[in-house]
C-alpha cells in the first residue's frame, strides 16, 4: 500500500511558461506560451513558439519517442505518459511501456487529459471521445459517462474521474468512488473553470471559479484534515486560474500573485502521514510574479514569469 501510496504522490506536472516574445507571423494558431510537461520528474518537453519541441529525458533509455512531436500548441502529462495536441488538432503522445495509445485517429481534439489508465480529448464541437490503456482497471463508468456530455468548455481528471465545464456553465462530472459528489457539484451554476482532486484513498475535492469570480467547492468529508474556513476563501475571489489539491486550494490572481488556503487540520496531516521531507505548502502564499500554476494531489507547483519553479507539498 505504501508503494502505492508513493506512486500516486508521484506529480502530474503541466507548467506553463508565458514569454515575452510575440506570436510568429506565419504560425497564428501556435500557443505563444512556452509549456512543459513533467512526466515522474524525469522528463520534460518544451514548446517552442514555432511549435518544435526540446525534450530532456532522464529516463535512462525507457523508449520515448518523439519523433513525431512538430507543430504542438500544448501538452499533458500523467505520471506514466506524456501527450501533444498540433495546431491541426491531432494528437502525439508517447510514454512508459504498457501505458502508450494509439491516438492517432483522434482530431479536431481542443484539450488533452490522462488518468494514468487513460486519455480524454475534448474536440472543438464540446464532446468527448476516449481510450483505454490496453487491459486496464478504468472505471468504465467514467467513459459511459462522458459518451453523452455535449457542449463542453472545459475538463479536468483525477483518479479515475473526470469533471468538466458546459458552455452555459453548468458543471458535469464522473466520481464514480463519490455518487453523492457529483450530484452535488452538478447543482452548480455559471461556472468558468473547475479543479478536481480526489484518490485511491477516499479524498475527493471540486473547487471550481464562477464567471463572477466567487470560489465554490464540494468535498467527501473522510478526513478532518481537508475542512476548510470557507470565509478564507474569499481572498481566491476573481482568480484567472483555480487547483485544487488534497488538502490545499490554490487561487493564482489577475495580478500575478498566487494565494494558496490549507486546511484547518494542516499541520496534523504535516505531522501524522508525511514520509520525508515536505515542503510546506504556506510558504508559497501571496507569491507575486506567477506566471501558472498547476497541481496534483499533494503537490503544488508555480511558474514565474522569470522562469523559476517553485514546488509544495511532498519532495519525492
Request: net charge negative.
Amino acid at each position: 500500500m505504501e508503494t502505492l501510496k508513493r506512486t500516486l504522490v508521484c506529480a502530474l506536472l503541466i507548467i506553463i511558461m508565458i514569454l515575452t516574445g510575440c506570436r510568429p507571423n506565419n504560425k497564428s494558431d501556435y500557443n505563444r506560451n512556452s509549456l512543459v510537461a513533467a512526466l515522474n520528474l524525469d522528463c520534460q518537453v518544451s514548446i517552442n513558439n514555432d511549435g518544435a519541441v526540446n525534450v530532456i529525458d532522464k529516463t535512462r533509455g525507457s523508449g520515448f519517442d518523439f519523433s513525431d512531436w512538430q507543430d504542438i500548441k500544448s501538452v499533458s502529462a500523467s505520471e506514466v505518459q506524456l501527450g501533444a495536441i498540433k495546431v491541426d488538432g491531432s494528437v502525439v503522445m508517447t510514454g512508459y511501456p504498457g501505458f502508450v495509445m494509439d491516438l492517432t485517429d483522434w482530431k479536431d481534439i481542443d484539450m488533452l487529459e490522462f488518468t494514468d489508465f487513460a486519455a480524454y480529448g475534448l474536440k472543438e464541437d464540446g464532446t468527448i471521445i476516449f481510450q483505454n490503456v490496453d487491459d486496464s482497471q478504468v472505471d468504465e463508468t467514467v467513459n459511459e459517462t462522458v459518451k453523452v456530455w455535449r457542449d463542453i468548455s472545459y475538463i479536468d481528471t483525477g483518479f479515475q474521474a473526470i469533471v468538466g465545464v458546459t458552455k452555459n456553465g453548468k458543471v458535469v462530472a464522473s466520481v464514480p468512488q463519490f455518487p453523492d459528489l457529483e450530484k452535488r457539484v452538478n447543482q452548480w451554476e455559471d461556472i468558468k473553470m473547475v479543479s478536481i482532486s480526489n484518490n485511491f484513498f477516499g479524498r475527493a475535492r471540486i473547487v471550481a471559479v464562477k464567471n463572477n469570480g466567487e470560489i465554490v467547492e464540494e468535498r467527501y468529508e473522510e478526513s478532518e484534515i481537508i475542512k476548510y474556513d470557507l470565509e478564507s476563501y474569499e481572498d481566491l475571489k476573481g482568480a484567472v486560474k483555480i487547483c485544487a489539491g488534497d488538502y490545499f486550494t490554490a487561487g493564482l490572481m489577475p495580478d500575478g500573485t498566487l494565494k494558496v488556503r490549507c486546511g484547518l487540520d494542516y499541520d496534523k496531516r504535516l505531522m501524522s502521514e508525511v514520509e520525508g521531507e515536505f515542503l510546506d505548502l504556506r510558504n508559497l502564499d501571496n507569491t507575486k510574479d506567477v506566471a501558472d500554476i498547476n497541481s496534483f494531489e499533494d503537490i503544488l507547483v508555480v511558474l514565474k514569469n522569470d522562469g523559476t519553479i517553485l514546488v509544495g507539498g511532498f519532495e519525492d
